[in-house]
């Protein structure tokens, strides 16, 4: 019985491992610059006029608020922490 609780108790904490939160690989910096990287580059934006108004890291995700005020325009985009990619992207305007 006692090697049974012990063998249980290896497999749940090699579980618990295993699903926990990993580090990001990527900075928010990192990450900011990807978005002003798609922000101008696939959209054409000027860089000058674009301000981040927030980054945050949600559930393995940066989550980066953008607004030109010029334009009335402002978004978010979705970063994945790990790997760098767009996951997401988000614009309105006024």
Not at 35 to 49: G, R
Not at 68 to 74: D, Y
Request: aromatic share 4%; proline share 1%.
């Amino acid at each position: 019985m006692q090697r049974k609780v012990s063998v249980l108790f290896v497999l749940l904490l090699l579980i618990l491992v295993a699903c926990g939160n990993s580090e990001p690989e990527i900075t928010q910096e990192e990450a900011e610059s990807i978005v002003l990287q798609h922000l101008t580059e696939d959209l054409n934006k000027d860089k000058n006029e674009i301000k981040i108004k927030s980054v945050s890291n949600d559930s393995g995700n940066y989550i980066v608020e953008w607004e030109i005020e010029e334009g009335c325009e402002f978004g978010s985009v979705q970063v994945d922490d790990q790997s760098g990619d767009i996951l997401e992207a988000e614009e309105s305007n006024c």
